[in-house]
């Protein structure tokens, strides 16, 4: 489970047992109204306001801020060397991960589009949904590189010449 950290504002109570609840947990520290800046702003305000203190729990061990920024930015990092435009569309085979959540907050935070393909499906129905979303990019753990996935990857990324590389790996 994957819970979001304490909150920096105390005037700020929301449940700690929704998922849905743990990702606008990540908007409260902002002071930044919501009627002025658009939401991609206020969430990248939240996300980043975290430094040191802990913003999410996972596996029973607290990371903060830093880190929890530190994977998204390596990912970004990672699909600009790529080639991929910072606002291009991404599709994400996602676990239950640290920095698949990372990635996800990372997206909202840059205003990046991102489309959520299921890992509990067949290769080939991941295959299947790679093709379907034609995003610009492909975020996957290892084990998700399945021969199916790479073929429908070399199909449907949309980088124009699609060439099979390294990814970052988390610890």
Not at 17 to 38: E, K, M, Y
Not at 110 to 128: D, H, K
Not at 132 to 160: C, F, N, S, Y
Request: aromatic share 10%; with cysteine.
């Amino acid at each position: 489970m994957i819970r979001a950290g304490p909150s920096p504002r105390a005037d700020v109570k929301v449940p700690k047992t929704s998922q849905f609840w743990a990702l606008l947990r990540l908007l409260a520290p902002s002071a930044v109204s919501l009627a002025i800046v658009g939401f991609t702003e206020t969430f990248a305000a939240g996300f980043a306001s975290y430094g040191e203190r802990p913003c999410i729990e996972f596996e029973g061990r607290w990371h903060t801020g830093d880190e929890v920024t530190g994977y998204a930015a390596a990912v970004d990092a990672a699909l600009r060397e790529a080639g991929v435009d910072a606002h291009a569309p991404i599709g994400l085979v996602v676990r239950n991960r640290l920095w698949h959540a990372a990635t996800i907050a990372g997206s909202l935070a840059g205003g990046r589009w991102l489309s959520m393909i299921y890992s509990f499906q067949s290769p080939e129905a991941v295959a299947r949904d790679v093709e379907q979303v034609r995003p610009a990019a492909v975020v996957a753990d290892e084990e998700d590189w399945t021969q199916p996935v790479i073929d429908a990857a070399t199909r449907a990324v949309a980088l124009g010449e699609w060439r099979f590389r390294p990814r970052v790996r988390a610890s």
